[in-house]
C-alpha cells in the first residue's frame, strides 16, 4: 500500500485522538488519555480486523463476501452457547469454557462460509445475493435459538437459564494466573499498558502479519491471488481454481468466527440479538480502504477503532465539552463517525482502490 | 392479426408465466419443509404450527384483513428492491429510507397544522404528509446513487451505511426534538398525527384494520410495472441496469439514470413509511422499521423482480409475519421461526439451481445478471 494512503491513516487518527485529549485535559493527563485511547482503539478494532482478513482471502481468491456480518453474528451466537454448555453442563472450569466456545465459533464461521462457498462457486449464485443469504440466516437462526432457548417457558434449560462463564482474561492476567503468582515483575509492567490486551485482539495482529506473509510469500498465497486476478490462467497451469476458491472461502470463515466470539467471548459474556450491528460491513469497507492488503486493512480498521474508542471517551468526559462544540455532547451524532467515514473513503477520496480482478466472477471451465 | 388474440396467446402467457412462478412455488415449499424439520428439532409439531400459522393468515376475514395491513409496507419495500434491481443496482437501504419516509410523513402529520395555526382538509394534508415521506426516502436513496455514479462508491456498502445513519438519526428526533411530549410518555415515539392526515380504513368494522394504503399498494404495483415497461425512463433504467456501456454508446445520461433509479427506489421505500404511518399506526416509533430492509430483499427475489410476483410474494410474507402470532399461540413456538424460514426461502429462491437440482428441473431460461462484484 502505498505511503499517501498511509499517512493519510495517520492524520485522521491523530485529529480523533487530538480531540479527545484537549477535551479531557482539564480531567486527565495526556499521556493517560492517549495510553487508554490506544489500548480502546485496539480492543474495538478487533472485529474490524478479523471481519477485513476474513473478506481478504475471500476476495483475493475472487469471491465477493458481503456475509461477513451475519457469519460473525452467528459465531458470536453459537461460540456463547457452547461456552455455555461447556460450562454448566459438561461441568467445565470457567478457561477452558471459553476457550473451547471461541473454537466453536471459529467452526461456526468456518460452517456459514461453507454455506457461502457452495451457493457462490458451486452453484454460482450471485455472490452478493448469496452474502445476502447469510446475513438473513445468521439473524433469523440466532434470534429464533435465543429465544426459544433462554426466554420461552420451555426452553432446553428449564426456566433455569444458566450464566455465561465471563469473558476471557487480558495478557497480565493470563500470565499472572499461569506463573501462580510467580512473576509479579512482569505482570506488574504489562499490567494496565497498551499491550495487556484479551487473546482474541492479539491474536489478530498477529494474523494480520500471518496473512500478509501467507498472501506474498508462499505458493499458497500465489495461488490465491492468481484465481482471484486471473482464474484461467491459473487454470491452464493447473490449478485447480474451485478448490483454491473453497479453501479461501473457508479460511475467510474462520477469520470471521473468531471476530464473532469476540463480541460474546471477550468482549461482553453475553448475547443480543444484532449485537454485531454493521461491523461485518465497515469490516469490509476496511478491507476495501486497506486496497485488500492485509496491513492495509488493519490500519483502516483502527481508523474505525479509533472512531469509536473517541465515541466512547467523549462520553466519559461529558462535563468537559466546550459549550461551542455541544454537537459532541450528542452521542448519536458522534456515532455517526465510523459509518459517515466508511461513505467517505468508498468515494475514493484518498485515490482509487483496485479490487482483484476475477472479484465476483464465477468461473466457468 | 386478429388471430393473434387467439386461445394460443393466453395459453402462452399462462405458461410462462407458470414458468416463471414453478421454481419460486417449489422454494416455498422446500423452505416451509426445511423449517419443519427445525420445529419438529426444537421440540414442537410442524403440522400443529403450520395448520396456526395458516389460520392465524388467511383462515378468517379478520385475518385476511390483518395479512392485507402487513403486506402492504412489503409491496412498497419490495418494488423499491426491484426498481434498483432493474436498474442493476442493490438497494439494501429500503429499512433507512423506510424510517426517513415515516419520521417525515409523521412531521408532516402531526406539526404542520400547529405550525400553520388551523387545519387543513384532509385532501391536502394527506398528499403533503406522504409526498414529504416519499421526498425524505427519495432523498436517502439519492445520495449512495449519486456516490456510485459520481465517485464510484459501491451502493452496497454505501446504502447499509445510510441505514445505520437513519436509525442514529431517528433516535436523535424521537428522543429529543420529535418526542411525544404527552406526560405519561417514556418511549421514544412522535405525537399521534392529525385527523386530517390520516389514510382512512376500507371498512368500518373496528377489527377490519385493512386501509386504502393496501389499495394505493396495488396501484403503485401497476404503475411501477407501466414505468419500467413502457415508458422511456423505464427503458434507460433496464438498460443501464443490462449494460450500462451499451447504454452509454446509445447515448443515454447513465449517471443521471443511476441517481434517478435510486431516488425512485428510495421513494417507494419511503411511500412504505408513510403510509404506516398515516394509514395504520398514526405515528412513528423507534424500532418499527427494523427488519424491512431484509424482508424486501427477499420478496423482491421472491417475486422475480416483477410487480405481479411481488405483490403476491408481499402477501404470503405478510401472512406469515402474521400468522405466526397464531402459531405462537397454539404451540408456542417463537415468532422468529418466520426469520428463519425467510431466509430460507431467499436461499432457494436465490440459489435456484439448489431448487432445480433437488427436483430435476432442466433449465432452459438464461440467467439474470442482478448485481456486479465491486469494480461494477
Redesign the interface.
Known sequence: MELKRFGFIAAIIVVLFSVVVLIGSSQSSPLVIIGSMIATTIAVATPLTLGALSGLYCERAGVVNIGIEGMMLAAAFFGWLASIYMNSIFGWAALPSLIGGVFFAIFTGGLFALLHAVLSITFKVDQIIGGTVINILAIGVTGFLNRQMFFEKGSIFGGNVPHAPGTLPSLAKAIDSLCNGGCGGLVNSISGSVIDQKPIALLAILLVAFTHYVLFYTRWGLRTRAVGEHPRAADTVGINVQRMRYANVIIGGLMAGLGGAYFTLESVPSFEPLMTNGRGFIALAAMIFGNWTPFGAWAAALVFGASQAMQINLQIFRESIPPQLAILQISYIVGLTPYILTMLILTGIIGKTTPPAADGVPYEK | MKDKFSINVVWDWLRSAWSAMFVPILAVFTAMVVGGI?IAL??GNPFDAYLGLFQGAFGSVKALSETAVWATPYIFAGLAVAVAFKGGL?N?GAEGQLALGAVFSAWIGYALPDALGFDLPAIIHIPLAVGFGMLAGAVWGAIPGA?KAY????E???T??????AL??T??LL?GAMKDPSPTNVIARTPTIAMSARIPRLFDAEVLRVHWGFILALVVAGLVWWVLWKTKLGFEIRTVGANPDAARYAGMNVEKIVVLTMAFSGMLAGLAGSVEVTALNYRHELGFS??YG?DA??IA?LGRTHPLGIVLAAILFGGMRNGATRMQFLT???T??I??????V??FV??D??IRFIYHIRTQEERV???????G
Open positions: 427445525i426444537v421440540g442493490f439494501i456516490l465517485m464510484g462508491g459501491h452496497v456498502i454505501n447499509i451505511m445510510m441505514n445505520y445513519i442514529n438519526m433516535s436523535f428522543n427494523m427488519g431484509f430483499i427477499a427475489l408456542q413456538i417463537p422468529d421461526i426469520s428463519v424460514i425467510q431466509a430460507l431467499l436461499l436465490a440459489a439451481a439448489i445478471v442482478l448485481t456486479r462484484g465491486w469494480g
